[in-house]
């Protein structure tokens, strides 16, 4: 079971950034969000979808349409530049996959 | 605050066990759902398997066969055996909290990370 990412996106700073992850057990199972910068662990931005985790701004949210859920970050900022994964259940939620990653770079 | 600290040796040799330790301090162990993840170098990160406080685990099917994940909850740690190594095993290894949601509810969501430890197999 796979979650596809693009491996890049580029905007930028104050655009909109939209990264997307596609995979066929997007459809019964909720969607996560995570912003890694280099040389640090991932931080938990979205669950369930579109529920922002504690702590992280308004301009990060996320939505979900059938097999593909997409982050969007609004007035995209420097410090929004890192590594951005998506993770799910597979298709029965017996074990969880992250997407391969989609690097945000802000120009 | 709670944190998460990974402990275990840096330097593995194929065919050997690789054994980590997560210390949980600022709070309780119990309640939770705790995780291992590794990511290896310029990949994107790869869920291993989980273990409840109570005891109840699951494994990444991809690693079943070779994974143990254990827990303490009287040294408030949780530990992970990964045997038989080899290369491909090469990656920094965290552990990380299920997000809570009540009872013996289980969340996919990883809400609070430990800072990783890189472990390389190598002879």
């Known amino acids: 079971y796979e979650l596809t990412q693009p491996s890049s996106v580029s905007v930028s700073p104050g655009q909109t950034a939209r990264i997307t992850c596609s995979g066929n057990?997007?459809?019964?199972?909720?969607a996560f969000w995570y912003q890694q910068r280099p040389g640090q662990a991932p931080v938990l931005l979205i669950y369930?979808?579109?529920e922002r985790a504690s702590g992280i701004p308004e301009r990060f949210s996320g939505s979900s349409s059938g097999t593909i859920v997409t982050l969007t970050i609004s007035g995209v900022q420097a410090e929004d530049e890192a590594d951005y994964y998506c993770?799910?259940?597979?298709?029965?939620?017996?074990?969880?996959?992250f997407g391969g990653g989609t690097k945000l770079t802000v120009l | 605050q709670m944190q998460l600290q990974e402990s275990g040796p840096g330097l593995v040799k194929p065919s050997e066990t690789l054994s980590l330790t997560c210390n949980v301090s600022?709070?309780?162990?119990?309640?939770?759902?705790w995780s291992w993840i590794r990511q290896a170098p310029g990949k994107g990160p790869e869920w291993i398997g989980y273990?409840?406080?109570?005891?109840?685990?699951n494994y990444n099917p991809s690693l079943k066969s070779r994974v143990t994940i254990s827990v303490d909850t009287s040294k408030n740690q949780f530990s992970l055996k990964l045997n038989s190594v080899t290369a491909a095993d090469t990656a920094v290894f965290y552990c990380?909290?299920?997000?809570?949601?009540?009872?013996?509810?289980?969340?996919?969501?990883?809400?609070?990370w430990g800072q990783g430890t890189m472990v390389t197999v190598s002879p």
């Open positions: 990380a909290r299920h997000l809570y949601c009540g009872g013996d509810c289980y969340s996919p969501a990883f809400d609070l």
């Open positions: 600022g709070g309780s162990i119990s309640g939770y759902h």
């Open positions: 273990i409840f406080y109570l005891g109840a685990t």
């Open positions: 057990a997007l459809s019964t199972q909720y």
């Open positions: 369930k979808d579109k």
């Open positions: 993770q799910s259940g597979e298709i029965n939620g017996a074990f969880e996959v």
